[in-house]
């Protein structure tokens, strides 16, 4: 079965750094690009960013470039968001996700068929 | 960038009922558009994929349609299991995949 299992809820403090976990099983890590997508409370689905666990190719959202670190260690099949000065502002649910993608000819077609559970981070003095 | 809007927000339907939700794209967006499903307290799941595509194992009760900037996504016959928001997924500019604002589906 594929999963993506993610680390746990986290508390912290304004201006501390902190590293959270995606880590896939069931299926070939190294061949399908994971994403991350946080979740304020009560608020929609933001984008943040995508890695490619083969070579480690990273795009990030304009919203999140600068604010957010995506890295992977595919010989774990880990990926990871990370901060290095949390802000109040960086409270919420993350998830993390697998990317399809599926091309013939001119056609193409990109989506996240496997999400992880979430990883709450609350960040409060 | 490409601006993706939802409508209705909200909505409320009695069991049984059809329920359709527009998601509408700035541009043209062609078919690379995603429905996900969001029960509260719960992780996204992927329910159609490019438009029209039905995910494997999501109930035939569910549907898509559309290409352009026009697309709709229909819940055939409401169940009480289906209480949850609904958001569409653009990536017509990779690698940006832009989620819509969400509608959030009742029961009445």
């Known amino acids: 079965e594929v999963q993506l299992v993610q680390s746990g809820a986290e508390v912290k403090k304004p201006g501390e750094s902190l590293k959270i976990s995606c880590k896939g099983f069931?299926?070939?890590?190294?061949?399908?690009?994971i994403g991350w997508v946080r979740q304020k409370p009560g608020k929609g689905l933001e984008w943040m960013g995508i890695?490619?666990?083969?070579?480690?190719?990273?795009r990030y959202s304009p919203s999140f470039q600068g604010q957010v670190t995506i890295s992977v260690d595919k010989s774990i099949n880990t990926a990871y968001l990370q901060w290095s000065s949390l802000k109040a502002s960086d409270s919420g649910m993350y998830y993390c996700a697998r990317k399809i993608y599926y091309g013939s000819g001119s056609y193409f077609g990109n989506w996240f068929d496997t999400w992880g559970l979430g990883t709450l981070v609350t960040v409060s003095s | 960038d490409i601006q993706v809007t939802q409508s209705p927000s909200s909505l409320s339907a009695s069991v049984g009922d059809r329920v359709t939700i527009t998601c509408q794209a700035s541009q043209d967006i062609s078919h690379y558009l995603n429905w996900y499903q969001q029960k509260p307290g719960k992780a996204p799941k992927l329910l159609i994929y490019?438009?029209?595509y039905l995910q494997i194992g999501v109930p035939s009760r569910f549907s898509g349609s559309g290409s352009g900037t026009r697309f709709t996504f229909t819940i055939s016959s409401l169940q009480p299991e289906d209480i949850a928001t609904y958001y569409c997924?653009?990536?017509?500019?990779?690698?940006?995949?832009?989620f819509g604002p969400g509608t959030k589906v009742e029961i009445k």
């Open positions: 069931g299926y070939s890590f190294s061949s399908y690009w």
């Open positions: 997924q653009q990536y017509d500019n990779l690698p940006s995949f832009t």
């Open positions: 490019d438009a029209s």
């Open positions: 890695i490619s666990p083969g070579d480690s190719d990273t």
